[in-house]
């Protein structure tokens, strides 16, 4: 069965629509979203509206749940007083725009969706605030997927498509105290973990909207990009009196210094 994964659409409708299409062509017989519905882009409504008359399952992302519960982002968050200035203004936009169905939606929406051996988050099983970024330590990695209870784990919030095989092997923990000393071992069979990149606001280099194709029968993963009209959210970011930053870095695909110092902090507001 080919799974169709996407992430991180931001508002952006028409990168979203250019998306669907593509998925269309590849025959896939499901699709799942790792949330993010909103933040940054213009469209919010028109994008939760099409994910929710497609009936796509969709976990939450960080954007969604702010957009509900209230600014929640920590210091980690911003690398900047500039940063956050924009996030701020991006936030209460968007908080205003949303309709009241829509929010409701975003409400609703399960910090982790499973089926079978795949699990779905935003950001790590742990935190929707957490990076699970490519170089991550593989103790680490293997620990994220394993307490996802899934052998497949598809993330997001990087806005960076990657794949990573965690191969299979035999694990040690020793645990010691006063009066213990005990160890354990285990052995784990192969994991993946695999990015979803960004469809609405890539930061892979390059303009286009990214998602992955998952086999899960062959357990192929494809990372497609498709290009799309980007130029028309970023006029439509500027009239809409978003940050005209937002327009820059979705036409160039990059983060623009938005990379917080510590990016595997894990949010605990």
Not at 45 to 55: A, G, P
Not at 80 to 90: F, N, V
Not at 130 to 142: I, K, R
Not at 191 to 213: F, Q
Request: charged share 25%.
């Amino acid at each position: 069965m080919k799974v169709a994964v996407m992430s991180c659409i931001h508002g952006n409708i028409e990168a979203l629509d250019a998306v669907l299409l593509d998925i269309d062509k590849y025959k896939a017989e499901k699709i799942f979203c790792l949330g993010d519905l909103v933040g940054y882009g213009p469209y919010p409504n028109q994008v939760v509206e099409k994910i929710r008359s497609l009936n796509i399952p969709t976990c939450a992302g960080c954007w969604d749940e702010d957009v509900v519960e209230g600014l929640n982002a920590c210091d980690c968050s911003y690398p900047s007083m500039l940063a956050e200035k924009r996030g701020i203004i991006a936030h209460e936009w968007t908080n205003k725009q949303i309709k009241p169905e829509n929010r409701d939606f975003l409400a609703q929406l399960p910090h982790i969706i499973q089926e079978d051996n795949l699990a779905f988050v935003h950001g790590s099983p742990h935190s929707n605030h957490e990076y699970l970024l490519p170089e991550l330590d593989a103790f680490v990695a293997l620990e994220r997927v394993i307490s996802s209870g899934a052998d497949v784990l598809f993330c997001g919030h990087t806005h960076a498509p990657y794949y990573r095989n965690l191969d299979s092997g035999k694990l040690k923990i020793r645990v010691e105290s006063k009066n213990l000393s005990e160890e354990k071992s285990f052995t784990a069979n192969l994991k993946k973990i695999i990015n979803a990149g960004s469809v609405g606001e890539p930061r892979h280099g390059r303009p286009n909207a990214t998602y992955v194709i998952y086999d899960t029968d062959t357990q192929e993963v494809i990372l497609r990009e498709v290009a799309y009209d980007y130029q028309k959210t970023c006029t439509a970011i500027v009239e809409n009196g978003l940050p005209p930053i937002f327009a820059w870095r979705l036409a160039r695909g990059i983060e623009f210094a938005e990379r917080a110092d510590d990016p595997s902090h894990v949010c605990t507001r």
